[in-house]
Structure formats: C-alpha cells, structure tokens
C-alpha cells in the first residue's frame, strides 16, 4: 500500500503515459487500418497488393522485433532524430494496424454485396461506396474483435517501458530497482492495467449496442 | 479482349440507346453469353425471358458492368463502357438499376435512399434532392413511408423504393433484374403497376422477368434467351401465339399451360 502512496506520482505519470500511448497508437492503427483495408478490397490490382504485404508484413513480425526496427533501423534508414514516445507509437501503431485491417475486411465482408452494387449502379465510386455504404454497415461487425485488439494493444505498449518510455510497466522496473516488495507493484501496475481494459471493452459494448443495423 | 468495333460513329445519330455487339462471357467453362448482338432504341421497352440459367441476368448486368464481358462490345447512347473507374461511374449514373432483392441501402431511410445518389453523385443540393425524391416517393405510392427504415417495409413497397432510387438519377435507361422474383406474389402487381406507368411515360427499358403478362402487356418487343444465346425476338403478340423456335416453343408450353 506504501509503495501506491509514497509513489504517487510515478504511477499516475506512468497510467498516463500508457493511456496516451495507447490512444495514440490505437488512433494510428485505426486510420491506417482502414485505409489498409480499403487497399485489400480494392479493384486495383497494386493496391491490393500493398494491403496485403502490409498485413504480412506487421502482422507476422514479433512486437519487439518491430521496437527493434523502430530504435536502430528507423533513425538510420528513414527519419532520423524520433523521440522514444513517436518510435513507440510507430511501432505499436503499424503492428495493430494489421490487426485492425483484417477485423474490418471480415467486417466488409459481412455487408451483402448486393449493398455495394446497388451503390456502384447509382454512379458512385469505389471509395464513396467503401465510406457511405459499406464501411457503416460493417462497423457492427467489427466491434467485438476491436475491442479485443484494443485491449490487445493497452498491454502490448508494456513493450514500450522497456524501450525508455515512460509508461505504467516501466514504474514496476524503477520501483523494483529501488527494492520495494515486488508483489504490491505488480497489483498496483496490473489494476493499473484493469482500469484501462475494462474502460474499453466497456466503451465498446456501449458502441455495439448503439450501432445496430436492421435487415 | 478483341475490339469488335463497327461504325461506332453512326450509332449516336441513330436512336439507338444500348447496342451489343457480339458479346461474349464465361464463367469458368461456363459459356454463359454466346454473340450476342442486342440492339434496344430509345423508348423502347425490351423484355428477356428464357429458362434459368440462360444467361439472361447475366446480359442485364453486363449493361451496367456489374459483370465483366470477355470479347465483344457495349455502347450506351453511342459510348461504349470504360473499364472501371471514373469515367463508369459517370456512365453508371444514367443507367438505373433495380435488382431481384431490392438492396436498398439498410443503414439509410428511404428518403435517404432516394437522395444519396442525387447529393453524391449529381452534386444536387440538399433541398432540391429531397423535393424530387419525396415526389418520387409519390409517384411509386410509397411517400407515407418515407422516413422509415427499408427493413421495415414489405418486399413490394422496397421494390418500388428501388424504383425512385434508380429514377432520382434521371436514367436514359433502366435495367430491371429479375424486379418482382423475390416478391410475395400479393405484392408482384404494385410493381408491375410501376413498371408500366413507367413504360407508358416512354422510359427505355430492359426487363428480365418471368412475368408473362407484363411482357404482353408492355413490351415493344420480346427477347428469348437460352443456353446463352439469344434464340429469337419478336412483338410479344407474335412470339406467344406463334414462336418460331422450338426452344421457345417447349419454353413456353412449360410455363403457360398450368
């Protein structure tokens, strides 16, 4: 209980920095993943293909491997001078992003294609079929496995605390290191944690229910 | 793909709307269009009957692109169909379609159904968009039920909802796939009804049905289709009194004596 009260601040620093990380993170990973899927149905043969060397790409690579690639590639290679946090974000971005973009191509998938043939026949393009149309229609579909990917997401920027950044693991690291009795941090980080996950799997069943589409 | 492309140039002056030249498409190896040559004038309403599997949805889609052909070509009011993109779309937005399951937008009110296509795609302003499709909505009998959702409607009013979506786009032509196919058959004639106010206005239109009595009653001409290919065409008066071809023959003695 100590450990909570005399360290306040570390902690609330790190539940912080989890929270905007994953925010953050889960932002970039939405946006990229709907584009990427959008890619993957798209009528474009090189499009296509993109989408799906992307989703190989950063779905099939381990977490750390990508941190990795993000600390010592990234700088040398791409754009050098990121800060530990837009590394991190990077990193977690794009892995999810992949997951993000299958979720969605299951949810398209779902919406009858009768939906979006009655849309090309009005006269509208592939991209205002994707939005107007079908992507709306998807979006029920698409929730359960988000929530999962998004809580997925919360414990994967744990990574991050071992790369410098500040986040809630990382508190654990710093605490131990200062010989505080491991059991109490590890029950402070993990309902650290708890708030978070619960908060968005709360979040979504509230979204599901909201979003229903009648046939 | 090889270009059949004869006297594209006279074709605009002409009145023919939609002209198919040796048309051509596989499913697999599946020959499910075989030379077709279909011309259809403007005003006119053409009516594809035939057997299932025939071929005959497959030829109304190919119209608008939904499916792709192999060899052969298609000219809408003198433009043959460009390859997908911009260009289609443009071209899409004067071919109305309606298809055998209605697909209304689920997610969207009727009168949102009606005027996507006008906001979107006409760039029409909001207020005018809704004034025509409320008028539309009218003129297929279905204005009371304009804010509701098209789960909530029965099969025939989704249908004629279909009909105005198509119609708000202001068609040179439109296509119906198989319109009153998944239709209770209490709700069969409110379309019907639609469809031939809608011929009698002098829109030009392509109909697959198995309605034999709408093709007698509205068609300026029949098209028989079997095994993908167009086996004859006629007046509706001469082709069920007196069809020339066996196929059409068994066809119809199938169909008409029960």
């Not at chain 1, 654990?172 to 505080?180: A, I, P, Y």
């Not at chain 2, 029965?154 to 796939?177: H, N």
Request: proline share 4%.
């Amino acid at each position: 209980m100590n450990v909570l009260l005399d360290h306040l601040a570390e902690f609330r620093e790190g539940f912080i920095g989890t929270v905007l990380l994953t925010l953050a993170s889960g932002l970039l990973a939405m946006v990229l993943g709907v584009i990427v899927a959008g890619f993957r149905v798209s009528p474009v043969p090189p499009l296509r293909l993109l989408g799906t060397v992307w989703v190989t790409l950063f779905r099939n690579t381990p977490l750390t491997l990508l941190f990795l690639v993000a600390w010592f590639v990234v700088p040398v290679i791409f754009v050098p001078g990121l800060s530990p946090w837009t590394k991190a974000l990077l990193a977690l971005g794009f892995y999810t992003s992949s997951f993000v973009c299958e979720a969605i191509r299951s949810g398209i998938n779902t919406v009858p294609v009768g939906q979006a043939e009655a849309a090309r026949s009005l006269g509208m393009t592939f991209t205002q079929t994707l939005r107007m149309i079908v992507l709306p229609q998807a979006t029920r579909t698409v929730i359960p496995p988000l929530s999962s990917i998004f809580i997925a997401l919360t414990k994967n920027s744990a990574i991050a605390g071992a790369f410098s950044v500040t986040e809630l693991f990382g508190v654990q690291k710093l605490l131990s290191d200062q010989g505080f009795a491991i059991a109490w941090i590890f029950l402070w980080v993990a309902l650290g944690y708890l708030v978070i996950t619960f908060s968005i799997s709360g979040l979504f069943r509230l979204l599901e229910r909201r979003l229903g589409v009648a046939r | 793909m090889t270009e059949v492309s004869v006297a594209k140039e006279d074709v605009a002056a002409t009145g023919e709307l939609v002209v198919l030249k040796s048309v051509n498409k596989h499913f697999g190896a599946l020959h499910v269009l075989q030379d077709i040559d279909l011309t259809i004038a403007r005003g006119e309403v053409v009516v594809v009957i035939g057997p299932s599997g025939s071929g005959k949805s497959t030829l109304c889609r190919t119209i608008n692109r939904l499916e792709t052909i192999d060899s052969g070509t298609i000219t809408i009011d003198g433009k043959p169909l460009p390859q997908e993109g911009r260009e289609l779309a443009r071209l899409r937005a004067d071919v109305g379609m309606v298809f055998q399951s209605f697909n209304l937008f689920a997610h969207k009110t009727v009168l949102e159904n009606v005027m996507l296509g006008q906001i979107k795609v006409r760039k029409t302003d909001k207020k005018q968009a809704e004034e025509k499709a409320r008028s539309l909505l009218d003129r297929v009998g279905v204005a009371t039920q304009a804010d509701k959702y098209p789960a909530q409607l029965s099969g025939g009013q989704q249908q004629r909802v279909a009909i105005a979506r198509a119609l708000a786009m202001d068609p040179k032509v439109m296509l119906f796939d198989e319109p009153t196919s998944a239709l209770d058959p209490e709700m069969i004639n409110e379309v019907l009804e639609v469809m031939q106010q809608l011929a009698r206005d002098g829109m030009t239109m392509i109909v697959v049905t198995h309605e034999m009595g709408f093709a007698r009653s509205a068609a300026n001409r029949v098209v028989f289709m079997a095994d993908g290919r167009i086996v004859e065409e006629a007046v509706p008066g001469q082709f069920f009194s007196n069809p020339r071809s066996d196929r059409a023959k068994d066809f119809l003695s199938k169909i008409l004596h029960h």
